[in-house]
């Protein structure tokens, strides 16, 4: 089965440091064949005969942390959920390049949902759709005040540009 593995918090700033090659290796380690990593946030796009993603994320959580020294976090999605995340897109009408997808660990509860409060944060929105988080954000993620916000939802979570998404559908192709 194609997976893709979307880890979070590798190689952001000075710390949590995680060379891909080092990244692929655990993967290989755990069965994985075919790995292939997109840029150095933590993207893999890999086959594994595991067809369960529990099973499949808690190996890979457990050899990632072990590998890396630091909590490795990893969202699995197959390739169809991947292409399901871009066609549910509600912003598709907006420039791609102000759109980005948090992927989250499990759906959150629709009452976390409906407590975010995002009226302060005009014009950047957001909708959540089963376990992914759209938003969009005219001004870029650097100076968003929405994204601290979903820390609300209480799930874990990792963001990718809709660009990087793209891609990472891209590459699960082949």
């Known amino acids: 089965m194609r997976?893709?593995?979307l880890l979070r918090g590798v190689n952001l700033g000075p710390r949590h440091k995680f060379p891909m090659a080092r990244v692929r290796a655990v993967f290989e380690a755990c069965g994985a064949t075919?790995?292939?990593?997109?840029?150095?946030?933590?993207?893999?796009?890999f086959d594994?005969?595991?067809?369960?993603?529990?099973k499949l994320c808690s190996r890979l959580e457990a050899a990632l942390t072990s590998?890396?020294?630091?909590?490795?976090p990893v969202m699995l999605r197959t390739r169809a959920q991947l292409e399901q995340a871009l066609k549910k897109c509600p912003f598709s009408d907006q420039p791609t390049k102000y759109v980005h997808?948090?992927?989250?660990?499990?759906?959150?509860?629709?009452?976390?949902?409906?407590a975010i409060d995002a009226?302060?944060?005009?014009?950047?929105?957001?909708?959540?759709?089963?376990?992914e988080v759209y938003l969009l954000l005219p001004n870029g993620m650097?100076?968003?005040k929405l994204p601290p916000k979903l820390n609300g939802l209480r799930v874990t979570g990792t963001t990718r540009t809709w660009q990087t998404v793209?891609?990472?559908?891209?590459?699960?192709?082949g």
């Open 166 to 173: 793209s891609k990472l559908v891209e590459l699960a192709r």
């Open 67 to 72: 590998e890396a020294r630091f909590d490795v």
């Open 34 to 45: 075919d790995v292939t990593t997109f840029i150095a946030s933590g993207n893999v796009v």
């Open 142 to 144: 650097g100076v968003a």
């Open 119 to 131: 009226s302060d944060c005009a014009p950047e929105s957001f909708a959540v759709v089963g376990r």
């Open 101 to 114: 997808v948090t992927f989250l660990a499990k759906k959150p509860a629709a009452a976390a949902v409906q």
């Open 3 to 5: 997976w893709i593995a």
């Open 48 to 54: 594994h005969a595991e067809r369960s993603e529990a």
